[in-house]
């Protein structure tokens, strides 16, 4: 087991890491992501304060530890949903309308980290700590904190629950 990081992030709200799976860990790493990677953020600042969408300083740190990763996890023998392509990168996911619209249902600050299950679906962290995802179908809990966010997304471990159905943005 290994741990995600020993930033600040750890400690902060519900984005205490718990260790990830060894397996998670080797895809992590073979699509190019290290605890010590840092990419820059000021492209998706931007882009976040030209959209008019939330971002705070957990997503922050998580864009400059993720930012521009690309993950295909292999279908795990355990899985109990088939996962898809995992994208961080916000900018390409280009939901605006959409996060816009779920944070004002939600009534809580939402910011897109990037597209998850192939484009299906974005990753969204709220201002809680909460990983989300939005699609057509609605809202769902992917988990708490970031390091069962990854084993559901990539080792497909436990499926997200629907929080909320498209019918009820409307």
Known sequence: MSLISNSNINK???????????????????????????????LYQSYFRREGMSYFPDAIEILENFGGLKVN????????YATGEIEFDPIMADWTTEVIAWEKKMEEPLCCLGSIWGDNALLVLSEKGVFYSLSEV???NIADNLADALEVLIAATSKPSQVYKIEDLF
């Open 12 to 42: 902060k709200k519900n984005m205490n890491i718990n260790p990830i799976s060894e397996y998670v860990g080797e895809i992590l790493r073979s699509a190019g992501w290290s605890v010590d990677r840092k990419v820059s953020t000021d």
């Open 138 to 140: 609605g809202v769902h």
């Open 73 to 80: 996890p292999p279908l795990n023998p355990d899985r109990v």
